[in-house]
């Protein structure tokens, strides 16, 4: 379901493609899944500490998004993740933003 | 034998500005006897009559938003009569087509058309895009592209550009106009349709023609507000950290990202992978056998509408350096 919209059998994500002849996904195999799901919250949680929040893996169905104060909110995929971080971070998140580059690179 | 619907039936997207030509290109390639099996659904039934077994006219133009989802926007109008169409052929009451062409209105974004099909659950298992087919005026392109955000966004978003009324413009005219749609849109073909006979194959393989990078490795070229621009890297990406920035990007500045298209070598993959993306629509991404040129390197070439492309580049080199860096990031920071 579309966490967003609340449709019922909805999008299908590009991150999360359904595995079929010519398109490229990591959701052929469990295990190439898994990894890929844990390999998505590592990443994505470079970014959103910045924004005080933490994603995790949830039932290996979806994500659970949290500030660092524990409101929390249920996303289905790195489509609705944005979204959901503005809400609960209280300002947008933006990747062109210099300030958020700059934390970027002292990071790495 | 019984002839059979295909699995997925192609559905190609003809847009362009008011007066440039849509319909007139429409009846041309409907006579053409490779779109016999063809149906039509067009908003409005204009000046230039259709003469074809299969039209059908889109009633409303309603638009059912989400609750601020782009990628679950839904044209009813255009789902109940999809639907309606596909419905009818199941049960042999309509020709068999086994393409569908979609003629949008002059004003419309056609965002809206191609996340239909892709959202409505029922339409998703039985039609695919082909392809985005648009139509510029030959003697008026110019002036539209520069005075008309739309038109320029239809030509923007294109895979092949149709170039109408070349029979009654000077070449004075055609040729810079040319010269500013490739470069506004580098990907997309430029095709004289005017006179002569019709390139019905180049126009239905809309979608499909081969990547081409534009002025390696630092391409910017700027069309009034509209730029488009390529990145290439070298080193493989890491798919999860591509998937990370593309989708944050789109979420904040997906009106402004017309086109995304590329090639990327991932860490782990053998063979290329294509994604495509109009607005905050991303195609899923296909495999493809070989590297076009021979040449295992990233190419993403973007059209983008008010933004620095060096910013995006910064953004996407500090994003990339994501996937290779260490694990000690995931210590606590300061929020920024």
């Known amino acids: 379901m579309c966490a967003l919209c609340g449709c019922l059998d909805g999008d299908e994500h590009w991150t999360d493609a359904v595995a079929r002849k010519g398109v490229f996904t990591r959701n052929d195999d469990p295990a190439r899944r898994r990894q890929e799901r844990a390999r998505r919250v590592q990443v994505a949680n470079r970014v959103l500490k910045l924004y005080g929040l933490r994603l995790s893996d949830w039932q290996g169905a979806s994500f659970l998004l949290a500030t660092f104060t524990g409101k929390s909110e249920i996303v289905g995929d790195l489509g609705h993740l944005w979204a959901a971080a503005e809400r609960l971070a209280g300002r947008s998140c933006d990747p062109l933003d210099p300030e958020l580059l700059a934390r970027l690179d002292a990071d790495g | ?336």
Not at chain 2, 13 to 42: H, Q
Not at chain 2, 137 to 144: E, F, Y
Not at chain 2, 190 to 206: C, M, S
């Open chain 2, 1 to 336: 034998m019984v002839d059979a619907a295909p699995a997925f039936t192609p559905v190609t997207l003809l847009t362009g500005f008011l007066g440039s030509g849509k319909t007139t290109l429409l009846r041309r390639l409907l006579g053409d006897p490779a779109l016999y099996d063809t149906a039509v659904i067009i908003n409005e039934f204009g000046e230039v009559a259709l003469d074809h077994l299969l039209v059908e006219r889109l009633d409303g133009e309603t638009v059912l938003l989400g609750s601020g989802c782009l990628c679950c926007t839904v044209r009813g109008d255009l789902a109940a009569t999809m639907r309606d169409l596909h419905s009818r052929r199941e049960r042999g009451t309509v020709l068999m087509f086994r393409r569908l062409v979609i003629e949008s209105t002059g004003l419309a974004d056609p965002l809206p058309v191609l996340s239909t099909l892709r959202a409505d659950p029922v339409l998703r298992h039985h039609f695919r895009a082909a392809g985005v087919v648009t139509t510029v005026d030959a003697v008026n392109g110019l002036m539209q592209l520069d005075r008309y955000v739309e038109s320029m966004r239809q030509a923007a978003i294109a895979d092949v550009i149709a170039l109408t009324k070349t029979d009654i413009a000077d070449d004075d005219a055609i040729m810079p106009l040319e010269a500013r749609l490739g470069t506004l849109n580098p990907q997309a073909p430029v095709l004289r349709v005017a006179d002569g006979p019709l390139p019905v194959n180049a126009l239905l393989a809309a979608g499909r023609s081969p990547f081409r990078a534009i002025g390696e490795p630092d391409g910017t070229v700027s069309h009034s507000k509209a730029r488009a621009f390529s990145i290439i890297v070298e080193e493989p990406i890491d798919w999860s950290s591509f998937g990370v920035w593309l989708t944050m990007l789109l979420n904040r500045h997906g009106a402004k990202i017309l086109r995304v298209k590329g090639l990327l070598a991932l860490r782990g993959e053998a063979r290329p992978v294509a994604v495509h993306a109009v607005q905050n629509l991303v195609h899923a991404p296909t495999h493809l056998e070989t590297w076009p040129d021979g040449e295992r390197r990233s190419k993403l070439v973007f059209i983008v509408e008010d933004l620095d492309p060096e910013l995006i580049r910064r953004s996407f080199a500090a994003f990339a350096r994501l996937g290779v860096a260490g694990t000690s990031a995931l210590v606590s920071a300061d929020p920024i």
